[in-house]
């Protein structure tokens, strides 16, 4: 009789230890959840601003085209490109590359583009009358900061201007009186988002401390008008006003006419 509050006292324990397991299994669970979700959008976000190899298709397609080979990585002469690794917050095993460490210098042969076996990188988006030609590659576009560029402080400088290796091209420098001192002149870098391939080699020939110059993804650098706005001094642009459609609204103030309007003190008497 004596052994069965024992037993019922260790089938009780028994279950306490079991309960407790289940509960500790679940929050490591929901903790190793919450650390690979972490984990997962900390790559996405840094995914944004990545600059892969010359020829990479479009991000989207690219993460799920890449199988992480690095035959890439392995064919660039310059050890310019990169592979994430665990740790990089980047995605794992892809291809890309810090111009202000390594620029890409832009290799005539492109050896990094025709080795990819699936497409990752698109030999045909640099290829010229049937010919590769890194000067049509688009990794990215260069940005001045004309904040912290010391060109634009008035301080000569052309180190991007000089670096680049579609000189005259990709960036040109402008030139402007300086009327703070009334006889100097600014050279102010202009980059040209037409040419430039986004290699870098401005960002690594920048002399200040972070660089003034850099190169981000183009979808990241540049801004977007819409399609409301038209250029009417583009033919190309302008097509598409072909097959548009013409809205007109009417208003109190569109009754008069444009210098009426102007003219008008309306409540300010």
């Known amino acids: 009789m004596q052994g069965k509050p024992n037993k019922m006292k260790n089938e009780t324990v028994s ?3 079991k309960f407790i397991l289940r509960m500790a299994r679940g ?11 972490s984990a997962y959008v900390d790559e996405v976000t840094a995914s944004q601003l990545l600059l892969r190899p010359p020829g990479a298709i479009k991000e989207e397609d690219f993460l799920k085209t890449c199988i992480k080979c690095g035959l890439c990585v392995e064919a660039c002469p310059y050890d310019t490109l990169l592979l994430a690794k665990p740790g990089d917050n980047k995605p794992l095993g892809t291809p890309y590359f810090i111009p202000r460490d390594i ?17 990752a990188l698109d030999e045909s988006s640099v290829t010229t009358n049937g010919e590769l ?13 004309d904040e ?3 060109a634009f402080w008035g301080i000569q400088c052309d180190a991007c201007y000089r670096a680049c290796p579609l000189l005259g091209e990709a960036i040109t420098v402008e030139y402007e009186r300086n009327e703070r001192t009334g006889k100097h002149a600014f050279l102010k870098p202009v980059v040209h988002s037409n040419v430039c391939t986004g290699c870098g ?9 972070k660089a003034a110059i850099f190169v981000l993804p183009r979808e990241v650098a540049m801004g977007k008008a819409g399609n409301y ?3 009417g001094w583009d033919k190309q642009d302008e097509k598409r006003l072909e097959n548009a459609s013409q809205i007109k609204t009417t208003t109190e103030i569109s009754k008069e006419t444009a210098i009426d309007s102007l003219n008008d003190a309306g409540d300010l008497y």
């Open 15 to 17: 279950d306490r230890r």
């Open 27 to 37: 929050a490591g669970i929901a903790a190793l959840g919450g650390f690979v979700w």
């Open 103 to 119: 620029p890409c210098y832009m290799c005539p042969d492109i050896p990094c583009v025709p080795v990819c076996p699936t497409g």
């Open 133 to 145: 030609d890194i000067n049509i590659a688009d990794m990215g576009l260069a940005v001045v900061d």
């Open 148 to 150: 912290s560029c010391i």
């Open 201 to 209: 080699l401005c960002e690594k020939a920048c002399v200040t401390e």
């Open 229 to 231: 706005y038209i250029k």
